[in-house]
């Protein structure tokens, strides 16, 4: 099968090759997940370390849970738990560091500190941010979120939710390419301001969003999977790696997970059934 990549198709198998995993780092005491595990700056880095080990090919630092209903932190609380995870992790690690967070100075300083990419949930929404991802000239992560962490969930609609989401990242690749921000990944935010129809109908579709560009998806955990198997949230790994590799099938190039080790053999095994 072949994908419409810009303005070149390109064959599944390549695009399945491409694959890679992001292992995420809440250093959060109330992610939705796994919030006070890593929040200990010694257990995060230990954690990191492990995701490495287990495959990871990106850690992703979040220190402000985004989960449905949550209450936003200040700067300084996200700062204070955020820099002293990525500047102990930064010489450890040889994968690239990501700073999860939807504030431009909480972003500027994580990347001044050792992160080398930005993952913005807010979509950037923000011309401050624009203007630190250019500045620094890293890679961002452009999440779709309809509203905010606290009301996102409260009845999302759409018209076509695809066509509505890649009309969004159209008009927000132009303006922040107008800043300068040269490479943007796109992220349609599975469970932002999403039903479950939406989050299936997303995973369905994932090969449409290649018009934009390389796509990131975060499948893992969400209550999609426990609404659709009654799952509590330690009970969603086998649901979650079904989203895994039906992203890699459809298309995704980085996969944000939680179970880097479980994901990484599913992303592994799929590549060699289909090149063998």
Not at 193 to 209: A, D, P, Q, S, Y
Request: hydrophobic letters at 40%; a negative charge.
């Amino acid at each position: 099968m072949w994908v419409l990549v810009g303005n070149v198709f390109i064959s599944q198998l390549i695009l399945i090759s491409m694959t890679k995993i992001m292992g995420i780092l809440n250093v959060t005491p109330d992610s939705f997940s796994d919030g006070g595990k890593f929040f200990d700056t010694s257990k995060a880095v230990e954690h990191a370390l492990q995701m490495e080990k287990d495959g990871a090919d990106f850690i992703d630092v979040g220190g402000e849970s985004t989960k449905p209903g949550s209450e936003p932190v200040s700067e300084e609380e996200e700062l204070r738990r955020v820099i002293p995870v990525i500047e102990a992790i930064k010489d450890k690690v040889k994968v690239p560091i990501s700073i999860d967070s939807y504030k431009a100075t909480v972003v500027d300083k994580a990347i001044i500190a050792g992160a080398t990419w930005a993952n913005d949930v807010s979509g950037l929404r923000d011309e401050e941010m624009m203007k630190v991802v250019a500045k620094h000239n890293v890679p961002v992560v452009c999440m779709h979120m309809q509203g905010d962490p606290k009301t996102m969930q409260d009845k999302p609609h759409y018209e076509d939710v695809v066509t509505d989401i890649i009309s969004d990242f159209k008009k927000v690749k132009e303006k922040a390419e107008s800043f300068g921000v040269k490479e943007i990944l796109f992220d349609p935010g599975i469970g932002f301001g999403k039903t479950v129809e939406h989050n299936l109908t997303i995973l369905k579709r994932l090969e449409e969003f290649k018009v934009l560009g390389k796509i990131v998806i975060g499948p893992s955990r969400k209550s999609f999977i426990g609404k659709l198997t009654g799952a509590e949230v330690d009970g969603r790994l086998g649901g979650t790696l079904g989203a895994v590799v039906i992203s890699m099938l459809n298309g995704a190039d980085i996969i944000r997970v939680h179970d880097v080790k479980e994901a990484k053999q599913a992303v592994e095994i799929v590549k060699a059934i289909r090149n063998a």
